[in-house]
């Protein structure tokens, strides 16, 4: 919110008519906080006279030459960079906040303000969008484009939240680099800035850890690449796969580059059947009973020995290796949905529970967490990470983990946000219903094969009011709004991106734009430019809100 009214403030100095962003009909998505249309075009010329103020490792400068190697072979100007009196100028203004910016475009000149790299990012993605043609988003030529121009424009921008994220679900398929690299490409699109990867589950372990090599070894494949549910039974395929450390390195790289933070989530001790069948000797609660990946959706029964100390150091050493791999602030370690039934049932979890006082069966999934949040406290600062559960850990007695842990809200998830707030902790709004966009997007018949009634429209995303009826006064508890996307009955990325896009837009569009200049009726209108950027970007796209032909579907 402090981002947001120091940048008005900065806005409404200079005098100029106010115009509140919806009654502009420029395509920008997310809706800036603030727009004042100006009068003319500002036209490129061959040769763009570029400067960009100093910055420690001279990352303005890195922003705009990324900005460079998609702008120059789509529209034909070459950059020179020199002095002050440049045409682009990008200047440090300290009074913004981290992911703020200001961006005036008059036919002079275009000068953008940010104190932090990420400001002059969105600026810049800002900007791209203000081009004739979205292939420039793409670094695609487009030859029906005579003249390359903005309009003259005065953007005061920031962000309502800190997190704008999406999850992608890669334990129950696998994708790869390059599709994960093209979703990163799209949420930087968008001003989206964490990356929810979702590695591990029952159906497969998708990350290389150096001191359990039979994670990947057994627990990144299965025998069905499809998943059995209901009339689908598992067609024997031997599939799947995994990321090296390596490969994750470059992801993340990747990621920086572009202002993302990935938040790696190992979902532990249920969603953990992968990992069991790799080390049944002291991750199993029945050992002496054969494991194997699970072939099929829905929730499995096994999981993790919490009461075994074997089953607590493996997950202290995951722990450090993705500390290793993932150099940012958040790790996740999942929670949700986990069966007590093996506890239930194993006479080392009958007797910690009683040690520990307790006969709600949750609370040795806290325990355990407990004891990584432990270890995780004795690592030097630089090695710290704060921990993200699911809601389904405030079934249990939190205490122990005290107010530092944050709850990513997704069943009931008004109310489990409320409840984490009142609590002291920090949340994330992923409600189920509507931001799980891997759901059927459309009623339409061609609409693939995937979970829900299609009536998680792009209209039924946008609708959604994060933190609405929330008290002031735990308002400062919501990081922010997140997508998921669960994969088990998609087995190609070109339908992840199908159900993803647009509804992928209008989830970035709650996180960044003030609920106040939110309008699904104006977003429609600003929509109908993305298709253009999906072509030229190759990216698969619902089309049920661009209109509806059959041949449009894929
Ligand atoms: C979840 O949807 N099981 C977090």
Same mark, same amino acid.
């Given at each position: 919110m402090k981002n947001i009214k120091a940048t008005i403030t900065a806005l409404c100095l200079c005098a100029a008519p106010t115009i509140f962003a919806?009654?502009?009909?420029?395509?920008?998505?997310?809706?800036?906080a603030k727009v004042v249309q100006g009068d003319g075009t500002f036209t490129f010329s061959p040769t763009l006279k570029v400067w960009a103020d100093a910055y420690d490792g001279d990352s303005i400068k890195l922003v705009l030459q990324q900005f460079e190697q998609k702008f120059t072979p789509a529209t034909g100007t070459h950059f020179k960079y020199g002095g002050?009196?440049?045409t682009m100028q990008l200047r440090c203004n300290k009074?913004?906040?981290?992911e703020a910016y200001t961006l005036n475009v008059t036919p002079k000149q275009i000068v953008i303000e940010a104190a932090k790299p990420a400001g002059f990012f969105y600026a810049l993605q800002t900007l791209q969008q203000l081009l004739?043609?979205?292939?420039a988003m793409a670094g695609v030529p487009d030859s029906t484009i005579a003249s390359w121009t903005l309009p003259a424009v005065s953007i005061a921008d920031a962000p309502r939240f800190g997190w704008r994220g999406f999850m992608l679900d890669e334990g129950r398929h696998f994708y790869g680099k390059r599709e994960v690299m093209k979703i990163i490409d799209m949420m930087a699109a968008y001003k989206m800035?964490?990356?929810?990867?979702?590695?591990?589950e029952d159906q497969g372990w998708r990350i290389e850890i150096k001191k359990y090599p039979k994670l990947t070894?057994?627990?990144?494949?299965?025998?069905?690449r499809t998943l059995g549910y209901g009339e689908t039974v598992p067609d024997g395929e031997r599939y799947g796969g995994y990321y090296t450390q390596a490969d994750a390195r470059e992801i993340v790289k990747y990621a920086r580059d572009r202002f993302i933070e990935i938040v790696p989530e190992v979902d532990i001790?249920?969603?953990s059947q992968a990992a069991v069948a790799s080390?049944?000797?002291?991750?199993?609660?029945?050992?002496?009973n054969p494991h194997q990946v699970?072939?099929?959706?829905g929730v499995s029964a096994?999981?993790?020995?919490?009461?075994n100390p074997r089953a607590v150091q493996f997950a202290n050493d995951v722990i450090d290796e993705l500390t290793g791999i993932f150099p940012f602030s958040y790790i996740h370690l999942g929670g949700d949905e986990c069966p007590v039934y093996k506890w239930q049932h194993n006479a080392d979890c009958q007797k910690q529970l009683k040690e520990l006082g307790s006969?709600?069966?949750r609370d040795l999934q806290i325990n355990f967490y407990h004891q990584l949040q432990q270890h995780m406290a004795q690592k030097p600062q630089h090695e710290q990470r704060k921990l993200i559960f699911w809601?389904?850990?405030?079934?249990?007695?939190t205490a122990p983990l005290g107010k530092d842990i944050t709850i990513m809200a997704w069943i009931g998830a008004d109310a489990a946000a409320q409840d984490a707030a009142k609590r002291g902790m920090n949340t994330i709004l992923s409600p189920?219903?509507?931001?799980?966009?891997?759901?059927?997007?459309? *009623?339409? $018949?061609?609409?693939?094969?995937?979970?829900?009634?299609?009536?998680?429209?792009v209209e039924a995303v946008y609708n959604y +009011?994060?933190? *609405?009826? $929330?008290p002031d006064a735990l308002q400062?508890?919501?990081?922010g709004v997140q997508a998921n996307f669960w994969t088990?009955? +998609?087995?190609d990325a070109s339908t992840v991106q199908y159900l993803t896009f647009p509804r992928l837009a209008a989830v970035a569009e709650a996180g960044w734009t003030p609920q106040s200049e939110r309008s699904y009726t104006n977003f429609e209108q600003r929509l109908q430019a993305e298709p253009a950027f999906y072509k030229a970007a190759g990216v698969n796209y619902g089309k049920h809100v661009f209109g509806k032909t059959k041949d449009k579907a894929q």
């Open positions: 919806q009654q502009n009909n420029l395509p920008l998505i997310p809706q800036p002050k009196s440049a009074h913004l906040g981290n004739p043609s979205r292939n800035n964490r990356f929810h990867w979702h590695l591990t070894e057994v627990g990144a494949w299965r025998h069905s001790p249920g969603h080390y049944p000797e002291f991750l199993a609660c029945d050992p002496q699970w072939l099929y959706q096994d999981v993790i020995n919490v009461s006969d709600n069966y809601n389904e850990v405030l079934h249990g007695n189920q219903i509507p931001y799980y966009i891997n759901r059927r997007q459309s *009623k339409d $018949v061609w609409e693939p094969r995937s979970q829900g009634w299609g009536t998680e429209t +009011v994060p933190m *609405k009826g $929330v400062s508890k919501y990081l088990e009955w +998609v087995e």
